[in-house]
């Protein structure tokens, strides 16, 4: 009897302590992958697509280079140009300039090669691409990249400028230097005729004496 006894009260025991043992063991256990270390960096996170240019203004003839970034890694990015003619000269091209000091708006011309209006880039891992573009045309040019894959856009502007070249001379530009010369040699020709007369003066006089 005193050994049953002594066996239950052990039987008791053994399930109070089993009890919170097993409580905690139910209690979910954070896993490695939703602890925050401090030493890691954040999630990626996507940046906005962009496009840009490295230099706003060229003139015709020049290259540049398209870079874009955020779009989809590897995938390829379809561009488009449209080109606004330009109504004034912008800015750092001089307008033309008669002899009377009036000025004359320098017009865009019309194409001079074959550039294309269309075409497409090839971005790597990191969704970046770089591409030449040498325009044909002259005006403010908008360039538009469209990833294939992933949708996203960005736009950038250029503005083509005419070449620079020397203004044409006219019959107006030649007036002034050619009065300024012919004044010159008019004035040449009196000094030396009175160069002339005032020997001749001093020789004969010399003479009488």
Known sequence: MRLSRIIMALTVGLAVVAVPTAAGAAQPQPTPSATTDPTQP?????????????R??????????LTGTGFGPNETVDHTVTVTPLAAPAGGAAPARRSDGSTVAMAPVAYQAS???NFTAFTDAQGRF????KPSVTGLLTFTATGRESGRT????????PKKQPLPVTGDSLGTPMKLG?????AGAV???????????????????
Do not use: C, D
């Not at 960005?154 to 400028?161: D, F, K, N, P, Y």
């Not at 012919?182 to 008019?186: H, N, Q």
């Not at 000094?191 to 009488?208: E, S, V, Y």
């Open 191 to 209: 000094m030396l005729l009175l160069t002339l007369a005032w020997r001749r003066r001093q020789r004969f006089g010399g003479a009488a004496h």
């Open 56 to 65: 706003p203004t060229i003139y015709l003839g020049e290259t540049v280079v």
């Open 42 to 54: 954040p999630p990626y996170a996507p940046q906005p697509p962009a496009l840009t240019v490295n």
């Open 182 to 186: 012919g004044g010159l040699v008019g």
């Open 115 to 117: 550039a294309p209006l």
């Open 130 to 133: 770089t591409k030449t573009y």
């Open 154 to 161: 960005a736009s950038t502007e250029l503005r083509v400028l």
